[in-house]
């Protein structure tokens, strides 16, 4: 079946500091690929997406493109914030969307 | 709208009751999700509802795990006769075709 595999946390960076969180997936067809945020206390919120091949998803200075070619979905930021210390959720969505996978989470502690 | 609502926020149960959660989608989302989230693990999917119709129920569904979604809107899920290991925070999602799923805030079960 379908499944994402992302790097084990915790991180824990300085802020200002560069930010990779690697992921990859397993699937068959063609996935639409997702990161997620939980903040503390807070439910999951959507913070970038990509839909097909090359796509990058962008949002609040994060990026990820999506690889077929290595099944990969890595998020990056160059400057991180101490306000992004949260968990983060790499998904994928099957190419009828009838169901969403999740990876383990990767937790991030930013410090100032 | 303001978006997927889960009630109730919290829950605190004793071994071996019965208790029910319940979720509303946004509006014109036509699917719906139910996962378990245990502490440092990612989501698991539970089960998946197109309009009322139940489409698919994981596994770790067991049967005294039940979910509903009478008129294709709001959805129950019941847990009957619970467990310890019943102890996770409940999530629902919505969403409409093919785009990312929301996320409600969850409900976090106790079972003592």
């Known amino acids: 079946g379908d499944s994402v595999t992302q790097m084990e946390g915790p991180v824990t960076l300085s802020e200002e500091a560069f930010l990779t969180i690697n992921c990859t997936y397993t699937?068959?067809?063609?996935?639409?690929l997702f990161w997620y945020v939980q903040y503390p206390g807070e439910g999951l919120q959507l913070l970038l997406k990509a839909t097909k091949a090359d796509d990058k998803g962008s949002n609040k200075g994060f990026e990820a493109t999506y690889r077929k070619e290595t099944t990969s979905f890595h998020l990056e930021k160059g400057s991180v914030q101490v306000s992004d210390s949260a968990v983060y959720f790499c998904a994928l969505s099957d190419n009828y969307g009838q169901n969403f996978v999740f990876g383990p989470g990767t937790r991030l502690s930013v410090l100032p | 709208d303001t978006g997927v609502s889960q009630d109730p926020r919290h829950k605190i149960t004793k071994r071996g009751q019965n208790v029910t959660f319940r979720c509303d989608p946004i509006s014109e989302h036509n699917r719906l999700y139910w996962y378990r989230q245990t502490l440092g693990q990612g989501p698991e999917f539970l089960t998946y509802?197109?309009?009322?119709?139940?489409?698919?129920k994981s596994r770790l569904l067991s049967d005294r795990f039940s979910a509903e979604r009478p008129k294709g809107s709001f959805s129950t899920l019941e847990i009957q006769r619970t467990e310890q290991g019943d102890s996770a925070m409940y999530l629902c999602a919505s969403t409409d075709m093919n785009t990312e799923a929301f996320f409600g805030q969850g409900t976090r079960l106790t079972v003592v």
């Open positions: 699937a068959t067809g063609y996935p639409s």
């Open positions: 509802f197109q309009n009322e119709a139940q489409l698919e």
